[in-house]
């Protein structure tokens, strides 16, 4: 098959089926049902953690992947693992080639990313990383745990 073919196929079949999946059961959006029942949840959830950032924390659960990079859900939230240096990607893909879909220890020190806003000189929509908890995968111990 002629490669533009190949683009144009799998175009058609992002729009038909989906081009990313959620990273949590997540509600980012003001109108959906769903939205004020996760505020209430993440707010628990932040509350119990903020505490604890700084200090090594250790989390259990199903390593998986979504658009933000990979997390575990835990405590009815997630923490994420993000590279956050270029020298750290090895690392993050030998995480994610090993460990994605898998139940997993995670130890490292919990950080906190805080909401964000454009600057008011930015005039049109901008794509914000929201505000959640992660490890910096350069520091993070990741283990398999056994199946139960």
């Known amino acids: 098959m002629h490669p533009q073919h190949w683009i144009a196929f799998l175009a058609a079949a992002c729009l038909v089926m989906g081009c990313g999946e959620r990273a949590s059961s997540r509600s980012d959006t003001p109108n959906d049902p769903e939205y004020d029942a996760w505020q209430k949840r993440f707010a628990a959830f932040k509350q119990r953690n903020l505490p604890k950032v700084g200090t090594v924390v250790t989390v259990h659960g199903v ?20 590279v956050t ?17 898998r139940p997993v ?8 990313f805080p909401p964000t806003t454009p600057p008011p000189s930015i005039q049109r929509p901008v794509q914000l990383a929201p505000e959640h908890f992660f490890f910096d995968v350069a520091q993070v111990i990741i283990a398999e745990e056994a199946a139960r």
């Open 85 to 101: 240096r270029e020298a750290d990607i090895p690392k993050d893909n030998e995480i994610a080639n090993r460990f994605v879909g």
């Open 105 to 112: 220890t995670v130890t490292g020190t919990l950080q906190y």
């Open 63 to 82: 390593l998986q992947s979504g658009k933000p990079g990979m997390f575990v859900p835990f405590d009815d939230g997630e923490v994420y693992i993000h």
